[in-house]
């Protein structure tokens, strides 16, 4: 294994890193290897992301299955109406039955 020297890390990231370790039983060298590589895996995922609105994602999955034609439009059509119809409808949260008691 080798080592990594931070220059400048701020007194209170030092001083949650020792904290957390202490709390944990670890050394602070430890914590921030821990940290480190949490934060790798974070941003990783981050990256790995689909980009793009929920539009754009479906038409790439049409396409990619040859049905960017008409039927891409279809369906997109249907689900702003039912977006459409759904926009303002009262919430329930079946307390009508109590209301009638």
């Known amino acids: 294994m080798g080592d990594l020297l931070i220059r400048n890390i701020p007194e209170a990231v030092k001083r ?3 904290e957390a370790a202490k709390a944990r ?3 602070r060298s430890d914590k921030a290897v821990d940290l480190l590589q949490k934060g790798l895996l974070a941003e990783r995922s ?3 992301a689909p980009k793009g609105s929920a ?3 479906l038409r790439a999955v049409f396409e990619s299955e040859g049905a960017i034609g008409d039927e891409f439009a ?3 059509e249907e689900i702003e109406a039912q ?3 759904d926009f303002g409808r009262p919430v329930s949260f079946g307390l009508e039955a109590d209301d009638k008691k």
Do not use: H, P
Request: without cysteine.
């Open 16 to 18: 949650e890193i020792a």
């Open 25 to 27: 039983g670890q050394s």
């Open 46 to 48: 981050d990256d790995s």
């Open 55 to 57: 539009w754009e994602t």
């Open 74 to 76: 279809e369906v997109m």
């Open 83 to 85: 977006r459409k119809r």
